[in-house]
């Protein structure tokens, strides 16, 4: 199907607009009334502009207040409606949306309101035109897709349709059932179909609408549903996005362009309308690769953790440090960015690096450009939202290039202890530019296979973070983004690691006798502790000098210590026990509290 | 009346929020649990710091999901109260706050609530602590203040009472007349009394509570009206803020307490607990001065303008010019920031500077030091919040020192043209830190007694800000605060100086023909006025050949023009007709683009 997006989904001016829209790969826009209003370009220019982009105007929008009035009324809307019509002809656009009158003039007439839009329909078609009528969540008498069909359905007029707008048809119905009466409308009188999701908030419709709308799979509605109905009924038009949202306001347009497209290409695969490669989730996460422009600091930490440094690039200064399934890369690089030490990529293991690059590819994920010698094992890279570089690769396996070809055993190297089923990666913490949350959600979820779970506010002493895992139903791979309350946090958070082990106690014991510094929690959090569980004797105790710290919940415990911080990194020992499968989510103030205070102690 | 607020509506560490709270003043404070679990502090430490610091502790909070419950549940919970009752012994707080049960397991039983509340206060009482029991909003069977009451006076225990929150009773109530019934609980059986302010949002009540809460004043809550009723139903306790706000939690914890505290002391004023001196608002902007670190980029926007450089400071590179009642100065002194030329200080015309000092000291402004010599006339000035300097004073009056007596006719200097009755200050427009733009509503309605208008947001090209205006009831002193759409943005914005003129064509025109650049403005712009209004021939074209941008509404129409921006200021000039209060709101997307894509355009 052809795809569109409304400029107001974008920022910028309507040059930068339509430049990112075409960018991305869209077909068409609708052009909002303001992005014309305040562009230098004349409608002429704007046409040409388009054409220039491959880009069709596929509405105008929006009409507003026009139908149910009394006749004086009415009069001077036709009139705006004339000196629009005659600017859409300029432009050459010939669909223009009409919304449900909001203002207190309406009167709650259907007929009145069929024969009215009859009347600018018939305007409309002397210039060639046809008119999508919509209703508002908020109209004052007309608000349902039912209401605004059965108005055009009574005026009987070729040249007037409906627009469907999924915001304003599913903030209104709970009911799945509510909306199959969409299938009913003969799909040639769908003139046009808006696509938004948003977020399920218990607010009012026009503030929800106005500021919270995101691309489809970023919020909460079924839009798949929706639009199988609206497929059903006929509609052969536009897939259009009409996003207003307070973030994507400020973000750069062609990201966002980017991140929209791809909303849709995920969509279609879920009506199967596209069918881009099938994706193939990761099963396991290979290594993570840090990069430092001193390799002592984090070396040292990865030593006392009872990692050993058992292999070294042949053509790079990257060390692989392993313990049992957990391989951590050590790259000496430059020093790209100020902060050091990061976490700079993430080797994903899947049963077919090359599909699920395929996929990655298909979804617009940025490939990147082999960082490896010709000789080198084939490496798929893409580019994660954040930055991150995301490898497909395989551990030994069978018929697969294996991406530690490239590592050879050198002189001096230690062997990694022998507790492979024990250590691995628990989870990755990855911190996200502001701007750009809903779009690592659905990047993660729709690129890599990976399944978002519920959005969590944490408290930082310094504002809110909000933080959402992106997890494989095993849990084999579970990664946490994380954004912080504003846009000067961008870097003010750490990455961290955190390393799965079957005896936390021992491994904070043993890391602490190897010369580790642990991160400590204070004793009023160990007293509260005690208040709200009941331990075994000195069991507390034990965590209270190690400073671990302890969650409970009906699936299982979860326990969990840190490191001290290397430039922006950071290691967790974690424990779990039963099925638990959070984070540790009530003990992150205490921890976020403990590394400020500790911002003395942290390292280089 | 004592004064307290809550940890939680402050940033940073437990330290640092009570360092903020003493220095700002508060009598004392409500320690949030979770702050107390983040600290390094013991008990003991926390009590003597704010023994030290001046402050008492008034509640420790919140104990939750206590009431209600199956017997064996309730038995874990008074496992845990006893845990705190002793930590409280320790801290030296003897008010706990128990909100009313949101868990599942809570039963829709008054009877046992209150027969398990009573043995809550039992054990409180054997620690010497007093139970303050709250309803949430949200509260699953127990969520209104009568219901709360009525439930503590069936329990009948000394040591139990209730807590009265402004938010969960405001935000629940409508009418004035449900909250009566706050006058009939004995006051000695109030507890405790927590304030917040919120902005009327229609949202779900938890969401708006944990994010949205403000200080008194800076919401839509009438608090005012609240207080009278507790007061009158015999409360004695502390006035406490507690307030939950996405922003505060970011922002500077000193500013933030100062900011809470004058929010107390005006809500004091208000139900007549408290008297600071009384207000005198301003009668007119007496000057606007800029600082520049080059003077003639400006001085020539002013003088195609028309203005005459009267006059100059007799010890200061300072000019005055001065076309009307219209005085801007100039001053050239040392380049502080970077961005050049700004609006740093404005001269409020008062019939009693000395008064309007008072007032701003009484109520927390920061005095600012003379920055004139002794033999300058005495010069009365405060920092609003966002830095600018506001001086009180007094021109041409018969009995007051004249500001102008520093500045002394120069040879050369020109004489102002002589149309003192059509040339003034229409508005000035500022740029507010993101942090604190509820702070500087707060601060322009207490302190200089001007009011809050509507808040309106703006969609600029690259994100909506949000603009307020603050004025007399007469429009002779408007100012009007914006504020980005993200702390990025805190500096994007300039600055603007409005001047109002009886002929903005013509005034248009000379200054174009003295040389001046007017802000281009999109024809498509002109083409959208003539679809929605009728102008007389000629009309349209005019303001189009000029960039003069027009809005009418019910009361009058408003015609404004924009200069080119010198560093970060610029000038508009304004005609208003007929009672026209706004801003021209509908026509500021169009400006914003309007300047960014003049970008090369802007000067100096």
């Known amino acids: 199907m052809r795809t569109s997006i409304a400029t107001v989904s974008l920022s910028g001016s309507l040059t930068e607009k339509l430049t990112a829209a075409s960018r991305a790969g869209f077909d068409g826009v609708e052009i909002f009334e303001n992005d014309l209003l305040a562009s230098p370009l004349t409608p002429e220019e704007i046409r040409a502009r388009c054409a220039d982009l491959g880009l069709t105007i596929d509405l105008y929008q929006p009409m507003r207040d026009v139908e149910a009035l009394p006749e004086e009324d009415f009069a001077r809307a036709l009139r705006r409606a004339r000196h629009k019509f005659e600017l859409m002809g300029r432009l050459g656009a010939d669909t223009v949306l009409v919304c449900s009158n909001v203002s207190p003039q309406a009167l709650d007439d259907d007929a009145l309101a069929a024969e009215q839009l009859g009347r600018l329909a018939d305007l409309a078609q002397d210039h060639g035109i046809r008119v999508a009528y919509e209703a508002l969540a908020w109209g004052r008498h007309i608000n349902t897709y039912d209401h605004a069909w059965r108005v055009v359905e009574a005026a009987g007029h070729p040249s007037l349709g409906t627009c469907l707008d999924s915001f304003h048809i599913l903030s209104r119905y709970g009911d799945p059932k509510d909306i199959e009466g969409i299938e009913d409308i003969p799909g040639d009188k769908i003139f046009f179909l808006q696509l938004a999701d948003a977020p399920l908030l218990g607010m009012d419709l026009l503030q929800w609408s106005r ?207 022998d507790d492979d089923a024990r250590w691995g990666v628990d989870h990755l913490s990855l911190t996200q530019p502001w701007h750009q949350f809903d779009e690592a959600v659905l990047f993660h979820r729709a690129v890599l296979g990976l399944r978002p779970q519920e959005s969590v506010d944490v408290a930082d002493p310094y504002g809110l973070l909000r933080s959402r895992a992106v997890t494989t139903d095993d849990g084999a791979v579970r990664i946490v983004l994380t954004v912080g309350a504003a846009p000067v946090d961008d870097t003010a958070h750490a990455q961290h690691i955190a390393l799965a082990t079957d005896d936390v106690v021992g491994a904070a014991r043993a890391y602490r006798a190897a010369g580790g510094r642990l991160l400590p929690i204070p004793d009023n959090y160990y007293a509260d502790l005690a208040a709200r569980f009941e331990f075994a004797d000195g069991e507390l105790e034990t965590y209270q000098e190690l400073g671990i710290l302890y969650d409970r919940d009906a699936q299982g415990t979860f326990r969990h210590c840190y490191t001290h911080t290397v430039g922006r990194v950071f290691f967790e020992l974690v424990q779990r026990e039963g099925a638990y499968r959070g984070y540790g989510a009530p003990n992150a103030p205490v921890r976020l509290a403990a590394q400020h205070a500790a911002r003395g102690f942290t390292g280089g």
Do not use: M
């Not at 090359?354 to 000789?375: D, G, I, Q, T």
């Open 211 to 417: 500021h919270y709308r995101c691309f489809p799979g970023q919020g909460g509605f079924d839009l798949a549903g929706l639009l199988r109905h609206v497929l059903r009924a006929g509609y052969t038009g536009p897939l259009s996005l009409e996003v207003f949202n307070d973030v994507f306001r400020q973000s750069d347009a062609g990201r966002t362009a980017v991140d929209a497209r791809r909303s849709l290409l995920v969509l279609q695969e879920q009506v199967g309308t596209a069918a881009p490669p099938a994706p193939t989730a990761p099963i396991g996460v290979a290594f993570a690769e840090l990069v430092t422009p001193d390799a002592a600091p984090v070396s040292a930490v990865l030593g006392a953790l009872g990692f050993a440094r058992t292999a070294r690039h042949r053509g790079k200064p990257v060390d692989l440090w392993q313990r049992g399934d957990a391989r951590i890369l050590v790259n000496t690089g430059p020093a790209e960015r100020r902060e050091g030490t990061r976490l700079a990529a993430v080797g994903l293991e899947t049963p077919d690096p090359a599909a699920s690059a395929h996929r990655a590819e298909a979804l617009l994920a940025p490939v990147l450009p082999r960082r490896r010698s010709p000789e080198d094992a084939p490496l798929e890279a893409v580019a994660a939202p954040d930055g991150t570089e995301l490898f497909f690769c395989a551990t030994g396996h069978p018929r697969l290039p294996d991406w530690r070809a490239d590592f050879g055993y050198v002189e001096g190297a230690g062997s990694a202890p």
